[in-house]
């Protein structure tokens, strides 16, 4: 028994085609409209919270003397002076000792290192530090660099620990960047008869620059503002002098944790005030970070 293949109705495909895309456009439509839910969602929460720390601590922001001076025992006295030199050296420090490392690291696992199965665990292991909690990594620092080392409680133990706390962050987002470059421009610069590391330097990092920086910017934001870490490690809360890399030292995430803690009313307002000044300075580095990845992006 044979049977014959008769061709569906062109108009009938025609039909079927078009309430497909129909389908297909309003299921779209309606992922953009949650999308956009979400992000308005999220623009409202931060809008919320900057209008609450600026209604609190703008006042107390521009006393005199509160970026200026010591801290002080009175809430309406006093200043965050050592706070502040503290974070910045944090932060630099943190990317003079992370960056380097881990666009190193970043650069030898994706060039260099062949494709093994001790790459491929060293690789696992990295993406599973990203996820640790900030106060393992203050008790590793506690470990090593304060007693293994010898630094104490000092401002470079710090920096070293919040450096190990950045290093994971950068590491992944670096490999992700070096790795969307094509690999029809290294084989093009390999053909000419450039070395492998000339490539590297003058095709690559060029072209991963900008994946690479905003890799930079999160982790160091992260580190600058996390307050576990420099607890354990052995920040203090009160200092009447700048701190230096081998002193103890204040940040301006301890001095917020001191600030909320304290009974008297007038330290929520200076605590609102030195979230502030955290914000500008985390926006600062962004900003600088930002334009060196403008400055040195490759279109």
């Known amino acids: ?26 299921l779209g439509k309606a992922f953009e409209i949650i999308f956009l839910l979400g992000l308005l969602v999220g623009l409202f929460v931060l809008a919320l919270l900057i209008f609450d720390i600026s209604k609190d601590g703008l006042v107390r922001f521009f006393s005199p003397g509160f970026l200026t001076e010591t801290p002080s025992r009175f809430p309406d006295q006093g200043g965050i002076r050592p706070a502040i030199i503290g974070s910045i050296l944090l932060g630099i420090t943190v990317i003079l000792t992370a960056v380097p ?34 106060i393992v990594y203050g008790l590793l620092g506690l470990g090593v660099f304060n007693y293994l080392l010898g630094f104490g409680p000092t401002l470079i133990s710090g920096a070293l620990t919040l450096s190990l706390l950045s290093l994971p962050v950068i590491i992944v987002t670096a490999r992700e960047a070096i790795r969307s470059v094509p690999d029809s421009l290294r084989n093009a610069s390999y053909g000419l008869g450039v070395t492998k590391w000339q490539t590297i330097s003058s095709h690559v990092l060029p072209y991963a620059v900008p994946g690479i920086l905003t890799g930079v910017i999160i982790s160091v934001s992260r580190a600058i503002g996390d ?23 204040m940040a301006l995430p301890i001095q917020i944790f001191s600030y909320i803690t304290r009974p008297e009313p007038g330290f929520a307002n200076a605590a609102a005030a030195t979230i502030i000044t955290l914000i500008l300075l985390i926006l600062t580095l962004n900003g600088i970070a930002i334009y060196v990845r403008q400055r040195f992006s490759i279109d």
């Open 1 to 26: 028994m044979s049977t014959t293949y008769r061709p569906n109705n062109p108009l009938d495909r025609e039909r079927e085609f078009t309430d497909n895309v129909e389908s297909r456009e309003s």
């Open 227 to 249: 307050a576990a870490s420099l607890i354990v490690v052995g920040a203090v809360s009160f200092l009447t002098f700048n701190p230096g890399l081998f002193q103890r030292f």
């Open 101 to 134: 490392i881990g666009v190193g690291a970043a650069l030898y696992l994706e060039e260099y290192a062949p494709k093994t199965w001790w790459t491929t665990i060293i690789e696992i292991n990295i993406s599973n530090l990203a996820g640790v909690p900030s």
